[in-house]
């Protein structure tokens, strides 16, 4: 029995195995065959493998290893790995996206028993935010000017939502400052210099949503006492970069709009959420805007134009698999210009601190934690993250601290919450914020 739950566990993460609907919907007849068999040997073979040697890596159980071997696995199906710039013509990149977000949007329940939560719109006309000096960012400035001022044109404003999260712990620091419980669910501070976590979901930019994430929201919410405003930004194919930095930049002028102070406002992100979080901040700092207190980051993805897998181990350590940028259905082309051919002025662009963070200054940067899986594809990104910061910070020590969990993969927090290290992680990310 306690095989099938392990099994169970995996499986669950990727609902199409699990769904014959969704996933006739969603792929070609020969895709689910492939699908089907692939599933069905690779989950036959990692339980062999697990018994008969032991888990691959010391520290995990059934369920990382079958995630893992899965998850792999399964992405070389649904991506078309061995293609290039010659074969655009023939990728459906949005019949793509559409079967990722089937197959990997699991909307985790919400346990009634943490907390609660309130959806809210954001008017995006309603937000003041600098559109002159957007157009001096170098390189992909013009872009987001653009964006900008077609939102400001449109005759029926568009809606940003986002979400307010309480555990149970913020619920007991804040209900004796609010006038009426109702208070505690809305967007304005409910005592003077309330920090709040302003909170970006991973996904690639192509999937992911406030539901996806909330396992994530409510255990630092429950951790650090605080309220927690998670955002549903744009995506692509449908929304191409920049249009997510713009959301995360309106939902950060939002907080301020609200009354809430920079200096109490957190930002966090787990794997593209956490790119959006260090991007969010360059952006702050070219345009001489007012930066958070400090950044959390889950997992980030740091470098989008040197996309390598980090690790040369002959076992597979990671079901984050990154495709090179020269293969045109990977997230990262998918992110930036779905279905264009790549140019020297897009691997310019990879280059820009805003969609890859790497490349900025981080000289009096806010005071940043991160954690990350010890076998996951992005660990050498973010130990490069970390020195870039410290280094550039000499006279303040602690501006950056690195939690690396042994033999955890990617985004550990998200998949496998049941872990002792996810236990851990929300425990040290409390501290970091109260201590800010």
């Not at 339980?47 to 696995?73: C, E, F, H, M």
């Amino acid at each position: 029995m306690a095989v099938l739950t392990k099994i169970k566990h995996s499986i669950s993460y990727f609902p199409l195995l699990a769904d014959v609907g969704a996933a006739l919907s969603a792929f070609s007849w020969l895709q689910l065959a492939q699908l089907c068999y692939v599933s069905t040997t690779v989950v036959i073979k990692s339980v062999y493998q697990y018994y008969r040697n032991g888990p691959r890596l010391p520290k995990w159980d059934l369920a990382i290893q079958l995630t893992v071997d899965l998850g792999s696995s399964l992405s070389k199906v649904v991506f078309p790995y061995q293609t290039n710039d010659d074969d655009i013509e023939r990728i459906d990149f949005h019949k793509i996206v559409i079967a990722v977000r089937r197959w990997g949007d699991k909307k985790l329940a919400w346990p009634k028993e943490k907390g609660t939560y309130r959806s809210h719109n954001i008017n995006t006309q309603e937000v003041e935010i600098d559109i002159s000096k957007l157009a001096d960012i170098e390189i992909v400035g013009t872009k987001l000017t653009n964006l900008a001022q077609n939102d400001m044109a449109l005759q029926d404003p568009r809606i940003l939502e986002c979400e307010i999260i309480l555990g149970n712990a913020a619920i007991q620091t804040l209900e004796s400052h609010a006038t009426n419980a109702g208070n505690l669910l809305d967007t304005v501070p409910v005592v003077k210099d309330e920090k709040i976590v302003l909170y970006f979901h991973g996904g690639g930019w192509i999937l992911g949503n406030i539901e996806t994430h909330r396992g994530i929201t409510d255990e630092i919410s429950q951790a650090s006492g605080t309220r927690v405003v998670s955002v549903n930004y744009r995506l692509s194919p449908e929304h191409a970069f920049p249009a997510h930095l713009l959301d995360a930049y309106i939902s950060y002028c939002f907080l301020l709009k609200q009354g809430f102070k920079p200096s109490n406002i957190v930002v966090a992100g787990d794997s593209a959420g956490g790119q959006l979080a260090l991007s969010l901040t360059h952006l702050l700092r070219h345009i001489g805007a007012p930066v958070p207190a400090g950044l959390v980051l889950l997992s980030p993805a740091t470098d989008q134009r040197h996309i390598k897998y980090e690790h040369d181990a002959p076992a597979v350590l990671d079901y984050l698999m990154y495709m090179p940028v020269e293969t045109p259905a990977s997230m990262v082309r998918l992110m930036i210009a779905p279905g264009q051919p790549l140019s020297e002025l897009m691997k310019r662009e990879l280059e820009s601190p805003l969609i890859s963070p790497i490349y900025g200054s981080f000289s009096g940067f806010p005071y940043t934690l991160i954690q990350t899986g010890g076998c996951e594809c992005l660990l050498d990104g973010n130990i490069a993250l970390c020195e870039k910061i410290r280094s550039q910070n000499p006279d303040v020590p602690d501006i950056v601290r690195q939690d690396v969990y042994d033999d955890m993969p990617h985004d550990f927090h998200l998949i496998f919450p049941y872990r002792r290290e996810a236990s851990k992680s929300y425990k040290v990310i409390g501290e970091f914020i109260n201590n800010l």
